[in-house]
């Protein structure tokens, strides 16, 4: 593991600004397989505080957060519905970095959805009207057969996207950014949103 010190010089007063530099890092090492710095563990809670946790894909940032697509019906859309809080984290091994954000979870608007969703592969969104996801199935269900069952009967026509399914933005209240170091001597960074402005702060290991 290599020597890493970082200071406050080392941040910039954005943290989107910042995590956006450290995911273009992390993306340099993979560029024939961009969905491994994708990959995003999404962290949710039912109403009556339930955790639960799965890995999701990383769609893009702007200036109010973090943008991720799932089935609303799905438990995490569930979830979600009933208590917007969540938090995400990413890893990113070879650079020996972590980044945690917490926030609440607003939904896209449908406009934005329907743009997403008709950029996707046609079999991409064929499989997204299949079924329905997290639905208990029989053991011995052909998915592949179901999708290319609609696949045939859709033949050269389109696929709207169902309105079951669409975009969230995790807009975050705190951004954490963790370098390891040797002897668990690690460096970590908390940016905390006050208002509009964010405060830097440093953590011990």
């Known amino acids: 593991m290599r020597i890493c010190r970082l200071d406050s010089s080392d941040f910039l007063s954005d943290p989107i600004a910042q995590f956006s530099r450290w995911y273009r890092e992390a993306c340099s090492f993979h560029d024939k397989d961009p969905e491994t710095p994708a990959a995003m563990a999404l962290a949710t809670a039912t109403k009556s505080g339930l955790v639960s946790v799965r890995y999701v894909l990383f769609k893009g940032i702007d200036n109010n957060g973090f943008v991720f697509y799932t089935e609303y019906t799905s438990p995490k859309g569930r979830d979600l519905d009933t ?12 650079l020996h970095r972590q980044v945690r954000i917490s926030g609440k979870v607003e939904k896209l608007s449908a406009a934005q959805s329907d743009a997403y969703f008709a950029h996707r592969p ?5 499989a997204t009207t299949a079924y329905k996801q997290s639905r208990r199935i029989p053991l011995d269900s052909d998915l592949e057969l179901i999708c290319a069952t609609i696949a045939r009967s859709t033949r050269r026509k389109p696929i709207p996207r169902p309105l079951i399914w669409g975009g969230f933005r995790l807009v975050p209240h705190t951004i954490e950014f963790w370098q390891a170091g040797r002897y668990r001597i690690h460096d970590r960074f908390i940016y905390s949103r006050s ?11």
């Open 122 to 126: 046609r079999l991409s969104r064929i």
């Open 83 to 94: 208590n917007p809080n969540a938090a995400i984290a990413f890893y990113w091994q070879e």
């Open 195 to 205: 208002g509009k402005k964010w405060k830097l702060s440093r953590l011990t290991p």
